[in-house]
C-alpha cells in the first residue's frame, strides 16, 4: 500500500510516498482502508518535531481518517467488516489502510460522507470537550472566537450557538470573519497581522472590548503569540480563557498574572487528546453528542477544498500559512 512518508524531520515538502507493508490487525484491532484523511495544525508541527508525541521514523501525518474496516483482531466485539468508521490515529493517517485499537473508532452515521466524516472529529471533539468540560459555557454567556475561520476555531462558533451562547468571531481577514458570522457569529472584527506591539495590543484589547459589548465570559483561543494578552484583558469577571493552540507562533505566549487576579478569571488548558485516552467514556459520550447534533443540523462542517494523496505537502503547506478556511482533508482511497 502506499503512505505519506516522514522519513526525516523537516517541511511538507520533505515528506515522500512510497509503498509500505499493509497492516495486521492485533487482538482488539481492526484495519480500516481509509478514503479520507483531515488535515490540521499538529500535523504541521509533528513533522518537524515541535509537537507533543514524537513517533519514531518513519511515520505518516494524519491524526484523523475515515474509511471502511478491511479486517478484524482477536477479541473485536463491536465491528464488522464492511463498517463506516471514523478514526482517531493521532498520527499515520495518510496512508492507504491503518491499524487502530477497536476503541478509537467510531461509526459513521447516517449518510454523512466520507470526506465531511474525516473533518469531524478533532475539530468538533476540541472545541466541544472546550466549551462543555473546560469552560463550562452557558446560554446567554458571550463568547469571544479568535481565528474563528479556522478548523476548532469554526467548529466553536457553531458549538457556542448550538449551546445558546452570544458569539464573537475574531479572525485575520474579512473574509475570514464573514465565514463565521455565516456560521452563527453575531459579529467580528479583523484583527492586524502579528506580531503586534503594545500600541497594537492594547487597541486590538479595546477593539475586543467593544464588540463583545463590555467583554466576553468565555473567550476560545487557539491563536496564542501576541494575541493572548489583549484577548485575555477582555474577559470579564469571572470568565474562562481557553488555552487551545499557538498557530500564530510557536512561542508559547508570556501573560502577567494579575490580569487573572483583578478579573477573578481563570485561564484554563485545553488537550483533548490526552482527554481521549484518560476519560475514554467521557469522550465516546460527547461523540454521540456531535453526532446527534449535525443529525440535527446545528454542525455543518465547512471543508474548503480537498487535495489528492500526492498533494498533502500542499496541504500541510496551506495549513502552515494560515490560507485554509474551516478544513481541508486529503482524500486516499
Not at 36 to 65: M, R, W
Not at 134 to 146: F, N, S
Not at 186 to 206: M, N, S
Request: proline share 6%.
Amino acid at each position: 500500500m502506499k503512505a505519506v512518508l516522514c522519513k526525516q524531520y523537516g517541511p511538507p515538502e520533505s515528506l515522500v510516498i512510497e509503498d509500505v507493508p499493509s497492516p495486521k490487525a492485533g487482538k482488539g484491532q481492526v484495519v480500516v482502508s481509509v478514503k479520507a484523511a483531515g488535515v490540521n495544525f499538529p500535523d504541521t508541527l509533528i513533522i518537524q518535531n515541535k509537537y507533543q508525541f514524537k513517533p519514531e521514523l518513519p511515520f505518516s501525518p494524519g491524526g484523523e481518517v475515515a474509511g471502511v474496516v478491511k479486517e478484524l483482531g482477536e477479541g473485536v466485539k463491536h465491528l464488522k467488516v464492511g463498517d463506516r468508521v471514523l478514526v482517531s490515529t493521532g498520527w499515520n493517517g495518510y496512508r492507504e489502510e491503518v491499524v487502530a485499537d477497536e476503541g478509537k473508532c467510531s461509526p459513521i452515521g447516517g449518510d454523512m460522507d466520507f470526506v465531511t466524516a474525516s473533518a469531524f472529529v478533532m475539530t468538533y471533539g476540541t472545541s466541544h470537550h472546550a466549551l462543555k468540560d473546560r469552560a463550562e459555557l452557558k446560554p446567554g454567556e458571550k463568547l469571544l472566537v479568535l481565528g474563528a475561520a479556522g478548523g476548532v476555531g469554526l467548529a466553536a462558533v457553531e458549538l457556542g450557538v448550538a449551546m445558546g451562547a452570544r458569539v464573537f468571531a475574531a479572525a485575520s481577514s474579512q473574509e475570514k470573519v464573514d465565514l463565521a458570522i455565516a456560521h452563527g457569529a453575531e459579529g467580528g472584527l479583523v484583527y492586524p497581522e502579528g506580531p503586534l506591539d503594545k500600541d497594537a495590543q492594547r487597541k486590538l484589547a479595546e477593539d475586543l472590548k467593544t464588540l463583545t459589548q463590555g467583554g466576553a465570559d468565555v473567550i476560545y483561543d487557539p491563536i496564542g503569540g501576541t494575541y493572548a494578552e489583549p484577548a485575555l484583558r477582555a474577559i470579564n469577571w469571572e470568565g474562562r480563557f481557553l488555552v487551545v493552540g499557538f498557530a500564530a507562533s510557536l512561542e508559547i505566549p508570556k501573560v502577567p498574572l494579575n490580569l487573572a487576579l483583578l478579573k477573578g478569571c481563570q485561564i484554563v488548558g485545553v488537550f483533548w487528546g490526552a482527554f481521549v485516552a484518560k476519560e475514554p467514556k467521557r469522550n465516546a459520550a460527547n461523540m454521540d453528542e456531535l453526532f446527534q447534533l449535525w443529525k440535527s443540523g446545528k454542525l455543518k462542517p465547512h471543508v474548503s477544498k480537498t487535495y489528492k494523496m500526492t498533494e498533502a505537502p500542499q496541504a500541510l503547506r496551506d495549513m502552515m500559512e494560515r490560507k485554509v478556511q474551516g478544513k481541508v482533508v486529503v482524500e486516499i482511497g
